[in-house]
């Protein structure tokens, strides 16, 4: 059912127009029809043999709800609909107050409903229900509520007049709630326990201690645990602190005989230790064993100890012999004895072949004679013109213009597309700016050299209904085709492409991108809709412009239609040329 608004319906029957079929049915699907819709007009209990759509509104168990989506045929589903009104059968009502002394109004008598309920006003003890129900201790705040078939009862007063000691006998340990009133009628005294004096408004608080040490269940004081721990310090030489010399701030000022507190040293050293960069142990990633560990583990310094020792034995390691170590060669040396690293780098420096060294190349040259390194390099600086450049011999794409002085590449640079099989020359290699000149597939130019070209290497695909640019390259570019600084003439701009789409409409065209804010179709688009899912056809269009100064053209396409699965490609290979005609 097609549900639209009275201006969209307008807008079908303007004059001159021909509404179609579609059109009037979704004229008499918006509009109002007795027979079918009799049922939906006014508040009506949920039926569950219709469907209702957004905005209708039923009656169900009582309470009013307003759809919020369209239902389905079968029972009332809650979450497809809003509650408006009404309330939830079963919820408390409030009905006044009670005099539970008097018993007014008359709770037996009146009438009443499920969750009614009343407030105690006056304490009393009125029976309510029938034994072994019977309800009859009401104080003030308390709620008689009821269930359908008895009253109960919501205690909201908790007075205690009276505490049992649930210790038992001996000392008490008396129980009650907070804000209640709890009386105590005696407690025995007993060493260490509260005094209460009995007919006295006096409760006596003081604890009996044992200062004497004659009693096996009375404590020390506060003051004669001082005075004891006093008498002890002497015997276990303890020295008192000295106060006057300790000092909590380091200062130009500080003595000899000052001592820094223990927060104070610890502080300092967390200062030195962060401007030191000293990082904490990572404790929890160290191993003392290589069992199981992992690329996060670092192994202890002894369980590297350990291991290179273990490497050591196993590789067949043999000490050094000092006694036959010698750090000088002579005639008295023998097959036993070995020379230092120094020694034998130093003896193979002195046996330089002197006489066959050349500080100038001979006339006839042999095999013999070696040149000198400041010969060698004096032979260098004479040569020029020896090229010197970065080349690509293995590139997969077509250079950009970021591929420039910053990546090593400059006038005369070479670079080889291996997939495409073409060749492009560097004439300029300004970073951000570089030229590529492509030297291979060359259509040469009956006016001059202004043969620009531009190729996909990879597939473009898109399924939107606004046009899309091809792309190419990786990472992925639009393939944009740049005519340089040309003068002015007469060009030639000619574009093909091989297409493909799943028996959907499609676009294609040509642009003047030089503003990309406001592109201008150049020529006339294609349109193309294949016959089957495996067809390809091959798109091409071509257009004579005169203009002088730069360009750039790209290739654009898009999904006529917007419907499901409409999906256009362009294959690899889309190709854009430029050339001067006149």
Known sequence: MALVSRNILKAFFIPGAKPTSAQFNTLIDSTVNYLDDRYLLGLKNYDSALIYVLGDTVIYNQIIYQAKATTIVGAFDISKWNKIAGSTP????????WNASTNTPNLNT???????????????????????????DWEIGDWAIFDGTLWGKIDNSDAVTDAANVAGVGAGIYQGKNNTVLQFKKLTNVDGSLDVTDGANIVDLGINFDDAGVSASRAWSAFKIDAELATKEPLLGYTAE?????????????????????????????FKQNNLGYTPENVAN???????????????????LDQLALKQNSLGYTAENVANKVIAISGASTNTEYPTAKL?????????????KVTAFQVTPDNTHYPSEKLVADKFATLSNVQNTKVNLSATIDPTVSNDSSQGYSLGSSWINTILKKEFVCVDATAGAAVWKETTNFTPSVFGNNYVAIESTISSTTSNIGFQPCQTGSPVITMALNTGSVPSGTYRIQWSCLVTNNQKLGEFRLVDNTVPASPVQVGQS??????????????AGIANINFSG???????????????GNTQTMQIGSKIEFWRVS
């Not at 009343?118 to 009859?136: D, E, F, K, M, Q």
């Not at 294609?526 to 798109?539: M, P, R, V, W």
């Open 242 to 270: 000295d106060v006057a010399n300790k000092v909590n701030a380091l200062s130009g000022t500080s003595t000899n005989v000052q001592y820094p507190s223990a927060k104070l040293v610890f502080d300092q050293l967390a």
């Open 286 to 304: 160290k191993v003392i064993t290589l069992a199981g560990a992992t690329d996060t583990q670092y192994p202890s310094a002894k369980l590297i």
């Open 526 to 539: 294609l349109i193309f809709q294949a016959s089957d899912n495996t067809e390809k056809i091959s798109l």
């Open 550 to 564: 730069n360009r750039q053209y790209i290739l654009q396409f898009r999904s006529v239609n917007n419907n499901g």
């Open 90 to 97: 079963g919820s408390v009502n409030y009905k006044g107050a």
């Open 110 to 136: 009146v009438t009443k409903a499920i969750g009614d309920y009343y407030v105690v006003s006056i304490a009393g003890n009125t029976s309510l229900n029938s034994p072994p129900n019977v309800i009859n």
């Open 344 to 356: 034998t780098f130093d003896q193979l420096a002195l046996k330089e072949n002197l006489s066959n």
